[in-house]
Structures are given as structure tokens and as C-alpha cells.
């Protein structure tokens, strides 16, 4: 059974879910978090184990989450969402004219997979970069984060 949450923040955690809706069995790849085009999260896809568990995570949501709401959902919507599982960062605050070679630099010391660097927008340049690990991607966020790339600082989120 499937679920969709919605009314959640943007620093809202996969385990702050699991810890509301205690007793509805939840792991953490057990839930996909939706983000909009600006990487907003908008919604969260949860994967429940039984209906029965989907109906404890209803009544908790009722209980105790006031701001959420609990939907069901298909398992084609589950199956198109990629999850980002922690291990993607988001960096933000490039210059205009900035190249992959110049993200390169900004990364080095990191442990992370080049091939997988996407530079997303030109007019202000957004870039996603796959880590092998979730430690990796910690990692990199705390050391380069408000770090400084072409002059300009850049901000780095990990997607979940």
C-alpha cells in the first residue's frame, strides 16, 4: 500500500516521519520525498508494509500531525520517483559562465562519482552531484558548504 504526505518542510526529515508515525513499521527506503523544480520538497511518498499499517499512520497523522495530510497513492507514482537517498547534493550560487571543470575544482577532496555532475540551469547555474555514500555526502556538505567557487559562495543541500 502507498501513501502520499504532503505538508511538509524543507528541512523535514525522513526520520522525523518515522518517528510520527510510529507503529506504521516505516523505514527509511521506505519513503521518497517529491521536490519541485526549485528542489522544494513538496511531498513525501510513503511504501507501508500492510494496510493495516497505512491506517495506524492515518490515525497518527490525525493525532498528532495537524499540518500533514494523508493520502493514498499508486504504485506508478512510487515507481517514476527517483530517490536521491542522501547520497545527492544540491549546489547553488554559481556564476552565469561557470563550467564542470570549475564545479571539479570547488569538489576536490571529495569522494563523489564525476560522471554523474548535472549542471541543471544556465541563466543561474544549479548543479547536482551523486555520492557513492551517505557518509560521502555529509562529508562534502560540511566541508564545502559556504564555500567559495569562482568568487561566488556556493550553498549545498543534501537531497534525501
Not at 516521519?17 to 519541485?36: A, R
Not at 497505512?54 to 499508486?74: P, S
Amino acid at each position: 500500500m502507498y501513501g502520499r504526505l504532503f505538508g511538509i518542510m524543507k528541512h523535514t526529515l525522513k526520520s522525523d516521519i518515522i518517528n510520527m508515525l510510529e507503529g506504521s513499521d516505516l523505514t527509511v527506503d521506505d519513503i521518497k520525498i517529491s521536490y519541485s523544480q526549485q528542489f522544494i520538497p513538496f511531498k513525501m511518498l510513503l511504501q507501508f508494509p500492510s494496510r493495516q499499517a497505512f491506517d495506524n499512520a492515518a490515525r497518527m497523522v490525525a493525532k498528532k500531525g495537524r499540518l500533514y495530510r494523508l493520502e493514498r497513492a499508486d504504485r506508478s507514482e512510487w515507481d517514476i520517483l527517483m530517490p536521491y537517498d542522501g547520497k545527492t547534493v544540491l549546489l547553488r550560487g554559481f556564476p552565469r559562465n561557470v563550467a564542470a571543470i570549475d564545479i571539479e575544482r570547488f569538489l576536490s577532496g571529495c569522494v563523489y562519482d564525476p560522471s554523474s555532475m548535472e549542471i541543471l540551469r544556465q541563466g543561474f547555474p544549479t548543479a547536482l552531484v551523486r555520492f557513492p555514500t551517505r557518509a560521502a555526502a555529509m562529508n562534502a556538505f560540511i566541508t564545502k558548504n559556504r564555500g567559495l567557487c569562482v568568487n561566488n559562495r556556493i550553498l549545498m543541500r543534501v537531497l534525501e
